[in-house]
C-alpha cells in the first residue's frame, strides 16, 4: 500500500513538471537614444524576416524611457525564431531610410548580425529555443 502511494507521488510530480507553460525570450537592447518607441517583432519562418510585421508571430512595441530596455515575447513553445528590432525614433511605426534605402532610424536583429548592403536573412538571425525562459542581448546600430 505504502509503495502505491510513493509511486503515485512520484507520478504525479512528474506529470506537474511535464505540464509547465513554455517560457520566454526577454530581449534586453542596449545602446538606445532616449526617444521614441522600440519595435521588436518575432519571427518563426524566413518569409517577411525582418521588415514585414504583418507576417510576423508576435510584435511588441514600447516607449524608450532608457538606454538599454528589455521586452519579453511569454510564453514561446521550442522552435527556432529571428528577431527584428527598430528604434522607432519619431514613433511613426515605419524604418526610415535615407538615399538606396540606408536606414536612418536604429536597428538590430538577434544574433546581432550587421549587414552593411543588405538586411540580414533569417538564418543569420535564427537562434534556437529549447522552451525555456532565456535572455537575449542585442545592441542596436545607427
Known sequence: ?????VFFFVLLCGLQLTA???GGITVTVSG????GDLLLTLFDQ????????????DRKQVKITASTMSVTFEKLPAGTYAIAVLHDENSNAVLDTKA????????AVSNNITKFFRA????????RHDGKARTLFIRIVY
Open 120 to 127: 540580414p536573412t533569417f538564418d543569420e538571425a535564427k537562434i
Open 46 to 57: 524566413p518569409d517577411g524576416f525582418p521588415g514585414d510585421h504583418q507576417k510576423a508571430r
Open 100 to 107: 538606396f534605402g540606408i536606414p536612418k532610424e536604429g536597428i
Open 1 to 5: 500500500m505504502m509503495r502505491s502511494l
Open 32 to 35: 538606445l537614444k532616449v526617444t
Open 20 to 22: 509547465q507553460e513554455p
